[in-house]
């Protein structure tokens, strides 16, 4: 596999998916600085056909934006390199991931994550038919629930706060007790 992240490397995305994950797994991957659209709307399809990459990590912004500009442009490019697409920093409406797999046959594996966490805590499998719009399920030693301002668990469909627990989490501010006492519970 040939693995591409467009995160900036200034963004903890970037430190996690473009740098240390892929140096740490030993990937093959593109690193690339400049913006999608320059010198031409077809930059980054350009670059998928010249490395063959068959990862592509990307924001659903920037899938949305990509897709409004129509077919005829990614049509241009060899792109059958690419096995999927995956991305983060926002929900991937449904919609969305449907009409990436009929246009361009992609299929999109949805992850979540948190600034606090870099990497990720949850990711859509490929595996399930339906993964788009939730945040998937939680990856080895990470627990995730829903609960309710006085710290209860809420049952599935209802709402409430996300808390997410295992050893990637920020446990508390770095020398600052009195702030890490307000913010975090005594269970994590």
Known sequence: DVYWCTADVGWITGHSYVVYGPLANGATQVLYEGTPDTPHPGRWWEIIQKYGVSIFYTAPTAIRSFMKLGREIPKSFDLSSLRYVSGGGAAMPQ???????????LDYVEGYGLTETSPAVSINPMYLEEY???IGLPLPSTLISIRDDDNNELQPGEIGELCVKGPQVMHGYWQRPDETALAFTPDG
């Open 95 to 105: 919609a969305v991931a449907e009409r990436l797999k009929a246009s361009y046959g």
């Open 132 to 134: 788009n719009g939730s």
